[in-house]
């Protein structure tokens, strides 16, 4: 059974730093490809970025050059980077095996705010 | 960018049918767009229902259907029940361009 659990959401201040992660079990990081998502409160789904298993990664504009998403095959655990962070990243984000097993994690919150 | 729209909402009776609808402003979505289908309750992650137009995952109920209709990407669902009343997202793959959510269909079953 894949489990995706995220965590290290929290509050922070705009132009500071966060970093998520998505622990797998499951399924292995590394030989899949992983998508973070996030949902501003109240609002749709946004795409976020992908990372194949290739190694190749991609970003949504909205955050390219801030975030950077990453994965550590010995954790088999994928990475959010997210830097000089703006009051419009404010979400839930998820973490998703997307394409793949299509299973998500249950999301976590980040909330930027002065 | 491209721009995925949806029914904003739409209502079905228990045990009707209803079809969602997901189209791109760039012009017909074709399989090549991978068509996703995802299903979200109040509070909770999304669900995926659908990947690539029609294929369904193991938890997928079988009253659950995707396809292309005309020049879009459609979910029907036939025989609603009370715990299909949900928010339903399609998401399309763009080559030269980043994948896209379209902006959400609030189901009402009653």
């Known amino acids: 059974e894949v489990q995706l659990v995220e965590s290290g959401g929290g509050l922070v201040q705009p132009g500071g730093s966060l970093r998520l992660s998505c622990a797998a079990s499951?399924?292995?990081?590394?030989?899949?490809?992983m998508t973070w998502v996030r949902q501003a409160p109240g609002k749709g789904l946004e795409w976020v970025s992908i990372i194949y298993g290739g190694g190749s990664t991609y970003y949504a504009d909205s955050v390219k050059g801030r975030f950077t998403i990453s994965r550590d095959n010995s954790k088999n655990t994928l990475y959010l980077q997210m830097n000089r962070l703006r009051v419009e990243d404010t979400a839930v984000y998820y973490c998703?095996?997307?394409?793949?097993?299509?299973?998500w994690g249950q999301g976590t919150l980040v909330t930027v705010s002065s | 960018q491209p721009v995925v729209t949806q029914e904003p909402s739409l209502t079905v009776s228990p045990g009707g049918t209803v079809t969602l609808t997901c189209g791109s402003s760039t012009g017909a979505v074709t399989s090549g767009h991978f068509p996703y289908w995802f299903q979200q309750k109040p509070g909770l992650a999304p669900r995926t229902l659908i990947y690539d137009t029609s294929n369904k995952h193991s938890w997928t109920p079988a009253r659950f259907s995707g396809s292309l209709l005309g020049d879009k990407a459609a979910l029907t669902l036939s025989g609603a029940q009370p715990e299909d009343e949900a928010e339903y997202y399609c998401?399309?793959?763009?080559?030269?361009?980043?994948?896209?959510f379209g902006g959400g269909t609030k189901l009402t079953v009653l």
């Open positions: 499951g399924l292995t990081v590394s030989s899949n490809q």
């Open positions: 998703g095996n997307i394409p793949g097993s299509g299973n």
């Open positions: 998401l399309l793959s763009y080559s030269g361009a980043r994948p896209k």
